[in-house]
């Protein structure tokens, strides 16, 4: 039987992933653009499989600084988990409700 974790655990996930990342280098409350590349390899490992044009990160970091401080503060992150979230279940919505879901 498969283990499905909770929304709150799925919360929790969220918040210390941004917390973990966030604190190697700067500002301990935001991403440098570093700690944000290492967050995207590391934690969306299926990104790596995509083909993805040059140029194609810088693009995303400039999307996620609304503010334009070159760092992504957790507003400007969760902003870009949603947007996941909404691929993610666009990509997947005629699937069957299963764990995991990977690209």
Do not use: W
């Not at 944000?36 to 995509?50: A, H, I, V, W």
């Not at 069957?96 to 990977?102: E, H, I, L, T, Y």
């Amino acid at each position: 039987m498969e283990q499905y974790q909770t929304l709150e655990q799925a919360l929790g996930g969220l918040v210390c992933t941004f917390q973990r990342y966030c604190r190697k280098e700067g500002d301990r409350r935001t991403l440098s653009k570093g700690e944000l590349k290492e967050l995207l390899e590391n934690e969306l490992p299926s990104l790596k499989t995509l083909q993805i044009k040059d140029g194609a990160f810088e693009e995303l970091m400039a999307l996620l600084d609304t503010n334009k401080d070159n760092q992504v503060d957790f507003e400007e992150y969760i902003r870009f988990i949603a947007a996941a979230c909404t691929f993610f279940h666009d990509f997947f919505r005629d699937s069957p409700p299963v764990q995991p879901r990977v690209l």
